[in-house]
């Protein structure tokens, strides 16, 4: 192929010290060093290159696989195990997490997980995007090309395992009850139920416990952000989100102003988790979520049952059901060292 073009330079690479390790920078780099190329995958089909860092690292974003080409030749570089060998991801920890993953990727990738909805048959492959450098914070499980991860709720619902209907069941309130049992309380029945809309409560919370002190500023306006791109992805199934896309319309600034008092009211009701709000908790909760979904997949392959995660959701037969529920509630009882036992919807 003669329009292979030389799109890495190792020395970009290494300008950054491991001890100031930072994966959006290195990104950010190469979205500069990109702009105006051509890029190509290992199979030499060509892509537009990412024009903003939110295309680069968006969940369904194929620029996070893309393999690069060396020096203009035919040696690949694949980027993200690139900078994950140059970062503090490099530890037996995370090597053991990584070898899970490729025995469950091995154990689902004979499964035709097809969805009659969108005629369509989904890649069951997984990869985990940590997150700040930290092999502690973020960890969740997302896909790769064509991926059912990405596919809207409602296309999920329709996916079939080797022919066999599905179903989805999922952790309730599942960040705030980790919070409560951290903090050694029993978690509510149902934490979220606070006299205002449920949805919108939820989302409050959760965006706050994500930010930190600062970003906590401007909650609104990034739970104004968050609404519009849900609705942009629900009116444009299984196309990748482009900020410029997205409107913020009055009605998401409206809805996003009651989340926040829901939020407040939440404070309010709950002073145990209240503390946690501004602090950025999140992305340590996602890393624990992220670590009972590989202790699922673990018990799921050890009695022969394929299941297929969404974050704090798992896709599995509706004829085994009861049977995943179980492992659910054994695998969270093991990663957060509990008795107490979690409610499972679905």
């Given at each position: 192929?003669?329009?292979?073009?030389?799109?890495?330079n190792?020395?970009?690479?290494?300008?950054?010290?491991?001890?100031?390790?930072?994966?959006?920078?290195?990104?950010?780099?190469?979205?500069?060093?990109?702009?105006?190329?051509?890029?190509?995958d290992?199979?030499g089909?060509?892509?537009?290159?990412?024009?903003s860092?939110?295309?680069?690292?968006?969940r369904?974003?194929?620029?996070?696989?893309?393999?690069?080409?060396?020096?203009?030749d035919k040696?690949f570089?694949?980027?993200n195990?690139?900078?994950?060998?140059?970062?503090?991801?490099?530890?037996?920890?995370?090597?053991e997490?990584?070898?899970?993953?490729?025995?469950?990727n091995?154990?689902?990738?004979?499964?035709?997980?097809?969805s009659?909805?969108?005629?369509?048959?989904?890649?069951?492959?997984?990869?985990?995007?940590?997150?700040?450098?930290?092999?502690?914070?973020?960890?969740?499980?997302?896909?790769r090309?064509?991926?059912?991860?990405?596919?809207p709720k409602a296309?999920?619902?329709?996916?079939?395992?080797?022919?066999?209907?599905?179903?989805?069941?999922?952790?309730?309130?599942?960040h705030?009850?980790?919070?409560?049992?951290?903090?050694?309380?029993t978690?509510?029945?149902?934490?979220?139920?606070?006299?205002?809309d449920?949805?919108?409560?939820?989302?409050?919370?959760?965006?706050?416990v994500?930010?930190?002190s600062?970003?906590?500023?401007?909650?609104?306006?990034?739970?104004?952000?968050n609404?519009?791109?849900?609705?942009w992805?629900?009116?444009?199934?299984?196309?990748?989100v482009?900020?410029?896309?997205?409107?913020?319309?009055?009605?998401?600034?409206?809805?996003?102003?009651?989340?926040?008092?829901?939020?407040?009211?939440?404070?309010?009701?709950?002073?145990?988790?209240?503390?946690?709000?501004?602090?950025?908790?999140g992305?340590?909760?996602?890393?624990?979520?992220?670590?009972?979904?590989?202790?699922?997949?673990?018990?799921s392959?050890?009695v022969?049952?394929?299941?297929?995660?969404?974050?704090?959701?798992?896709?599995?037969?509706?004829?085994?059901?009861?049977?995943?529920?179980?492992?659910?509630i054994?695998?969270?009882?093991?990663?957060?060292?509990?008795?107490?036992?979690?409610t499972i919807?679905?």
């Amino acid at each position: 192929m003669s329009d292979w073009m030389p799109l890495i330079n190792e020395d970009l690479l290494t300008q950054v010290p491991e001890a100031s390790y930072d994966r959006q920078q290195l990104f950010a780099n190469f979205v500069n060093l990109w702009r105006g190329s051509i890029l190509y995958d290992k199979e030499g089909r060509r892509h537009n290159p990412p024009q903003s860092l939110r295309e680069w690292t968006g969940r369904t974003s194929i620029f996070s696989e893309l393999i690069f080409i060396k020096n203009g030749d035919k040696d690949f570089i694949n980027v993200n195990e690139y900078i994950g060998s140059q970062s503090n991801y490099n530890t037996e920890a995370f090597k053991e997490d990584e070898y899970d993953l490729d025995q469950h990727n091995k154990f689902v990738s004979p499964v035709n997980l097809y969805s009659p909805t969108t005629r369509l048959r989904y890649d069951t492959a997984l990869r985990r995007i940590y997150s700040r450098g930290s092999h502690e914070k973020g960890g969740r499980f997302y896909g790769r090309f064509n991926s059912y991860v990405g596919a809207p709720k409602a296309v999920r619902a329709s996916l079939l395992i080797n022919g066999e209907p599905t179903t989805e069941p999922d952790f309730a309130c599942h960040h705030p009850n980790m919070l409560f049992l951290l903090e050694g309380k029993t978690p509510p029945k149902d934490f979220y139920n606070c006299g205002m809309d449920r949805n919108l409560a939820k989302l409050g919370f959760n965006t706050a416990v994500n930010m930190n002190s600062e970003q906590l500023q401007g909650l609104e306006l990034s739970l104004a952000r968050n609404l519009a791109r849900e609705e942009w992805k629900k009116e444009n199934p299984g196309r990748d989100v482009i900020k410029s896309n997205v409107k913020i319309k009055e009605q998401h600034l409206i809805d996003a102003r009651t989340a926040h008092k829901a939020l407040l009211k939440l404070q309010d009701m709950y002073p145990e988790v209240a503390s946690y709000v501004g602090t950025g908790k999140g992305l340590e909760l996602q890393k624990t979520d992220s670590d009972i979904v590989r202790e699922i997949l673990k018990q799921s392959r050890a009695v022969d049952i394929k299941v297929f995660p969404v974050h704090d959701s798992i896709i599995c037969k509706a004829t085994e059901i009861d049977t995943v529920k179980s492992i659910m509630i054994k695998a969270y009882q093991k990663v957060l060292e509990t008795d107490w036992i979690p409610t499972i919807k679905g």
